[in-house]
Every structure is written in structure tokens, then in C-alpha cells.
């Protein structure tokens, strides 16, 4: 049974993003909104939100070193 729409999902929207970042992004956006359909709401699935948020950002900060592609 799928949850209403937690708010934190719109921090894992890629649109905004270059292509190279967006690749990098994208898959956490898609465990996230895996995580809230098959979750049930409360806290654990909110800090497992919150970590996973967390670690999109590391990520796509890291990607922000990788080397340019000319």
C-alpha cells in the first residue's frame, strides 16, 4: 500500500541538475521513492530518508571533483 507523498522527496529531484550530476543523483531518487512504497510512515522510514538524503548529497558533491569530459 503505497504512503502519501513524504515532503523530503522533492530533495531528490534531479531536473535541476547537469547530466553528469543527474546520473549520480538519480538512483537515490529512485531507492527513495522505492523506500516510501513499500515502508510504512514513522520515524525509522523517515531517518532512513533523512541518511539516504545525506548520502546523495555527498555523492554528487564528490562527482563535482570528478575530472570535466571535453
Known sequence: M?????????????DHLPDPLRAISEPFG????GLVDVL???????VALRK??????????AALDLPKES
Open 2 to 14: 503505497p504512503n502519501s507523498t513524504p515532503p523530503i522527496l522533492r530533495y531528490f529531484a534531479t
Open 30 to 33: 529512485n531507492l527513495a521513492r
Open 52 to 61: 539516504l538524503l545525506e548520502s546523495k548529497d555527498a555523492a554528487v558533491r
Open 40 to 46: 510504512p510512515p514513522g520515524p525509522e522510514t523517515t
